[in-house]
């Protein structure tokens, strides 16, 4: 599906205050966090009188479901300043809102508890409880630790929709197979699944998006071959322009050829490693 209807499901999804679930399904490098970052961020304060609260998680290395509900905790900011992205002061308010919403009893009843680490997963999970009314993006599932698996992921989704009142984001790499669990539960957990499928011109304006005369010629040569991978077309880029410095001053006919042909070049010998391990 091409970016302009994936854009429209973000802007129904993100427009409705009722909890749901999305997956998004595309592969390695196509833009699929860029294209929601992008989003997020231009629609954030029309969904804020609804949902007040955004986290985005990346799952690379989570290896427990107490740390990934930690990571929702830590990585929470008030919907209006997506843009700013997390810091210090996000979750010093995460503290706070914490501490007015339980109090004292709430969180010093882990006074005594040993501190090991059933301790740790404890406060992890308790931390976890604030996680309401919120919308979440979980990206890089592929990446995830080898203890977290994909049952304890839809779960988690499945508690944050049907009893936390959340709206989910999944993230998901199409060249990876998921276990049957993915497809067991799917149905039950997943409002909408879509592919993010971008045509070449789509993702030519995101790699290419100077007014310079490289970016025209790339962009032009990149629909032609049909390259979709955003990854790859960066990559190009920076090829191209250690060419186009290397070339000088010629005619632009010249200049234009030179790069037209080159970069692409190198862009195949750079680019094939990474398009292989997508395929993986």
């Not at 994936?6 to 833009?31: H, N």
Request: charged share 25%.
């Amino acid at each position: 599906m091409s970016l302009s209807y994936i854009g429209e499901v973000y802007e129904r999804f993100l427009a409705s205050p009722d909890a749901e679930v999305i997956a998004i399904k595309g592969g390695w490098g196509v833009g699929k966090t860029y294209h929601w970052n992008n989003m997020i961020s231009k629609e954030s304060v029309a969904c804020s009188s609804y949902l007040k609260r955004y986290s985005y998680v990346s799952l690379f290395g989570v290896d427990s479901l107490e740390s990934l509900k930690y990571k929702i905790f830590e990585s929470c900011i008030d919907i209006e300043y997506v843009k700013d992205g997390v810091n210090d002061k996000t979750l010093n308010k995460n503290m706070s809102n914490l501490w007015s919403r339980y109090g004292k009893k709430g969180i010093f009843h882990f006074r005594n508890i040993p501190a090991t680490s059933g301790y740790f997963s404890m406060l992890e999970s308790f931390l976890f409880t604030s996680a309401t009314n919120m919308i979440i993006c979980l990206d890089d599932i592929e990446r995830r630790g080898k203890n977290l698996s994909i049952l304890d992921i839809m779960g988690l989704v499945s508690l944050l929709k049907e009893q936390k009142s959340c709206k989910v984001v999944m993230l998901l790499n199409s060249s990876q197979q998921y276990d049957e669990d993915y497809d067991k539960y799917k149905e039950k957990v997943v409002d909408q699944e879509l592919d993010f499928l971008p045509l070449p011109k789509e993702s030519s304006e995101i790699a290419f998006n100077s007014s310079l005369l490289l970016d025209d010629l790339l962009a032009k040569a990149s629909i032609k071959l049909g390259i979709t991978n955003i990854r790859v077309l960066q990559l190009i880029k920076r090829r191209a322009l250690i060419i186009e410095e290397i070339i000088g001053e010629e005619s632009e006919e010249v200049n234009g050829r030179s790069i037209n042909y080159w970069c692409f070049l190198y862009g195949v010998i750079y680019a094939m490693p990474l398009m292989k391990m997508s395929l993986l």
